[in-house]
Each structure stands twice: as C-alpha cells, then as structure tokens.
C-alpha cells in the first residue's frame, strides 16, 4: 500500500484541520460561496443579463480570493503547529514559548493542538485563559485595536511566515 493511500491520509488530513479549524471553515465557505454565485453569474449571463452576470462572477472571484487566503492560512497554522509541537516536545511546557501565539486565535488554535498531542493541554489552556482569552475571542487583538491590519504586509507577513524573526 503506497503511502497516500488508506486511512493516513485521513489522519494527515484530520490533523490539518484540527491545527486550523477556522482558517479551514472560512475557507470552505467562501468556496462555496464563491461556486454558488459563479454559478448564478453564469446562469444571469445565459439568460441575457450580462451585467448581473459579472457582477455576480466578480462576486464569486472575490470570495474565491478569500478562500485562497484563508486555505494558505491554515497550511501556515499547521506548520506552526509542527513547529510548538517540537519545541514543546524539545524544552517542555513553557510560557515563553506560547506567549507570542496569545494574540490571534489561529495561533492559540494551532498551539493547543501541539499541547494536546504532547500532553501540556490542560497548562496551555490555563495560561490562554489567564491571560482573559476565551472561545469566542476570534479576531486577532491587531485587527480589533485597527480593522485595517488585514491589509498591512507586516500582519501578512507574521500571519503567512511564522517563526523566529531574522535580524540584519
């Protein structure tokens, strides 16, 4: 049996949304969403209103770029998630190694699926929650302070390349 095939793929699968379950979510909704109103701007285009048509496409192409992101959102989680599972694996439970997650709940998402697989779940959901975050904290505390942020290339870049910062 090669490897991509049986239930692996399952596990690795599972294992991608488990690190990343909103990232996953949003993307998936924003494909469908953008599948049904491609589907409707191709159906007002066949029956002659070629204006509503593209209109409704464009809004399809729009919603098919936020599922883009939010996909590459969540590859990014996991890979963050492989990288706090081996450190806490390396160094243990630590604060300082969960403190820079603390402030987007994709992050805290990923971190707690690393403390879960190496037995520091119930530590790491005990600082999350000292510091006051709870389930529904969803944005990130940068885009509640400015909703703005989405769009800045320094919440881009902390959100797609996380990790260790470089210095010049």
Partial sequence: MRRDEGPGVMRRGARYVKAAPWPYLTGAGALLA??????????????????GGVVLCWWGACWLVVAFFAMADGVSRHREYRR??????????????????????????????????TGHL????????????????ILPDLVIRN??????????????????????
């Avoid at 881009?156 to 390349?161: A, G």
């Fill in 34 to 51: 953008a599948f049904v109103l491609k589907g409707a701007g191709a159906a007002q285009w066949a029956t002659g209103d070629v204006s």
């Fill in 84 to 117: 706090i599972k081996a450190m806490l694996l390396r160094y243990g439970f630590s604060e300082r190694i969960l403190k820079p997650l603390a402030r987007s709940r994709c992050q805290r998402d990923a971190a707690l699926h690393a403390a879960r697989e």
């Fill in 122 to 137: 119930d530590r790491a959901r005990a600082y999350f929650h000292g510091l006051g975050y709870r389930w529904y904290h």
């Fill in 147 to 168: 909703p703005l942020a989405f769009a800045s290339p320094a919440f881009l870049r902390s959100s797609f390349f996380p990790g260790k910062k470089q210095r010049a």
